[in-house]
């Protein structure tokens, strides 16, 4: 069973904007914090931002803040990440992650490419 789905990647040019959605099953998505990562080839997975279960509070890394938007529907079980002022570093596959007590969900991620 699928219980993460990103979407939204692709190829951007520097300065540009893309919206990631991420599709989440109930028991992944529910009661739980949420969280985008990203990873780019040959380095580590890398925390870009995190939403509470509520929605009321948000974190960004150092690297994204002021630039990036995490939002969360509720209603729909999908978690947002509204990336606007793009830059080359952040090319990179974005992954949505969730867990529930001792379980962790990943999705298969989606790749964001920042290039002219």
């Known amino acids: 069973q699928v219980h993460i789905l990103e979407s939204g990647g692709g190829l951007v040019q520097p300065g540009g904007s893309l919206r990631l959605s991420c599709a989440a099953s109930?028991?992944?998505?529910?009661?739980?914090?949420m969280k985008w990562y990203r990873q780019a080839p040959g380095k580590e997975r890398e925390l870009v931002a995190s939403i509470s279960n509520t929605g009321h509070t948000t974190n960004y890394s150092d690297s994204v803040k002021g630039r990036f938007g995490i939002t969360r529907d509720n209603d729909h079980y999908t978690v947002y990440l509204q990336m606007n002022s793009l830059k080359p570093e952040d090319t990179a596959k974005y992954y949505c992650h969730a867990n529930r007590g001792p379980v962790n969900y990943w999705g298969q991620g989606t790749q964001v490419t920042v290039s002219a």
């Open positions: 109930r028991i992944a998505f529910a009661g739980n914090v």
